[in-house]
C-alpha cells in the first residue's frame, strides 16, 4: 500500500515539473504560438485594412463571386516591405491545398477570407484587432497540389496607390473582372 503511494507521488511530481516547465517554453516563444495555431486549430488573429485597401478586397472579392465559393476557396494575400518598397500578391487558393505559406492573420470581408502573410506588422495599411481570432477551415498540406492551375489565371499587375500616395507592386491572380467601387 505504501509502495503504491509512493508511486503515485512520484508520478504527480514528474507531471507537476513537465507542466511547468512546459508553460515557460509556450510563454516565452510567441511568434511558436502563431506557427502553431495553424497545426492545431487554424485559428488566425484578425486583422482590418485601411479604407482604400479594403476597396480593393471588396472589389476582389465581387469580381469573382461565380468562380470562388467561400466554403472551397480563400484568398491568399502577401505583403512584403523591402527598403522602403512595397509588394503585395493576391490569389484564390483551395482550402485544404493552400501551399506552404506561414499565415500569420486573416481579414473578413463579407464571408470571404483573406489569410495573410508576410510583414503585415511593419506596415499601417495593416491593423490587428486585438482579442478577436478566426477559426478557418485551413488544412495542413503535405505536398503541393499540382492540380490547380494558379499561374494560368489572368493576371493584373502594376502599382496601387494606397490613400498615403505610397505605391504597391502589385500581382493579383484572378478570373473575375476587377472594378474599384
Do not use: H
Not at 495555431?37 to 485594412?49: D, G, I, M, R
Amino acid at each position: 500500500m505504501k509502495r503504491n503511494l509512493w508511486i503515485n507521488l512520484i508520478v504527480c511530481s514528474c507531471l507537476a515539473l513537465t507542466i511547468i516547465s512546459c508553460q515557460g517554453k509556450v510563454s516565452s516563444d510567441q511568434s511558436a504560438k502563431l506557427t502553431d495555431s495553424l497545426k492545431v486549430n487554424n485559428t488566425f488573429t484578425e486583422y482590418t485594412a485601411v479604407p482604400c485597401l479594403s476597396n480593393l478586397l471588396v472589389s476582389i472579392v465581387d469580381s469573382n463571386k461565380e468562380f470562388y465559393k467561400n466554403e472551397e476557396f480563400f484568398y491568399s494575400l502577401t505583403f512584403k516591405l523591402n527598403n522602403g518598397n512595397r509588394r503585395m500578391t493576391i490569389e484564390a487558393r483551395l482550402w485544404d491545398a493552400p501551399g506552404k505559406q506561414q499565415y500569420k492573420g486573416v481579414i473578413k470581408i463579407g464571408n470571404a477570407l483573406f489569410l495573410c502573410s508576410g510583414d503585415l506588422e511593419k506596415e499601417s495599411l495593416f491593423k490587428a484587432k486585438s482579442a478577436s481570432v478566426i477559426k478557418t477551415p485551413l488544412k495542413e498540406e503535405k505536398f503541393e497540389n499540382e492540380s490547380y492551375p494558379y499561374a494560368e489565371e489572368p493576371i493584373l499587375k502594376g502599382k496601387f496607390v494606397d490613400c498615403e500616395n505610397k505605391p504597391i507592386s502589385t500581382e493579383i491572380y484572378t478570373k473575375g473582372k476587377i472594378i474599384l467601387q
